[in-house]
């Protein structure tokens, strides 16, 4: 089956997942060019993102004009994005636009994001508006992330 993995949502997501896949990461800087833009990587097998995602979560609400893209690192099968379903929604985050690797080759996936990028999670990629890109590895200081988006339009 080419180079990736068939993904499935359950009937009823909350907001269905899109497949992230080689170009994915591309197309989404391209069709949010211009615009700040919060790329959020995550997964449920890592503990310091489970513990982080309520304060993306309470973030999402009090600025819901920034853009959050949610990217989940995990190898899914219909079970486990079950599992990620109910993760995002009981931190208010289950409307907000996300992707699920779907590639077996996992590290083409994290090269097209970062070539420095080894796979550690959490991450997080803040993108202003003029195109200026500053990745956080680990959990985010969501302060500084706050300050970021005050300025993230100039």
């Known amino acids: 089956m080419g180079g990736f993995a068939l993904f499935l949502a359950p009937v009823g997501a909350s907001s269905e997942p899109l497949p992230f896949v080689k170009g ?3 197309e989404l800087l391209q069709s949010h060019a211009g615009q700040p833009l ?3 990587i995550w997964g449920l ?3 310091p993102c489970l513990a982080e995602l309520p304060e993306w ?6 600025r819901p004009h920034i853009k959050i893209i949610l990217i989940n690192a995990d190898r899914p099968d219909l ?7 109910a993760t995002l929604a009981k931190v208010g985050l289950g409307t907000t636009k996300s992707y699920v690797f779907a590639d077996r080759f996992e590290d083409r996936l994290r090269f097209e994001i970062d070539a420095e990028w ?3 999670l ?3 990629i803040l993108i202003s508006t003029g195109g200026k890109v500053t990745m956080l590895a680990g959990v985010a200081d969501m302060a500084a992330v706050r300050a ?6 100039k």
Not at 57 to 62: I, N, Q, V
Not at 148 to 153: C, K, T
């Open 24 to 26: 994915s990461y591309a």
């Open 38 to 40: 919060i790329v959020h």
């Open 45 to 47: 097998s890592c503990g």
């Open 57 to 62: 979560g309470r973030l999402a609400a009090e």
């Open 79 to 85: 079970q486990s994005w079950k599992r990620i379903d």
């Open 118 to 120: 080894q796979g550690e």
């Open 122 to 124: 959490p991450r997080t």
């Open 148 to 153: 970021w988006i005050e300025g993230a339009s």
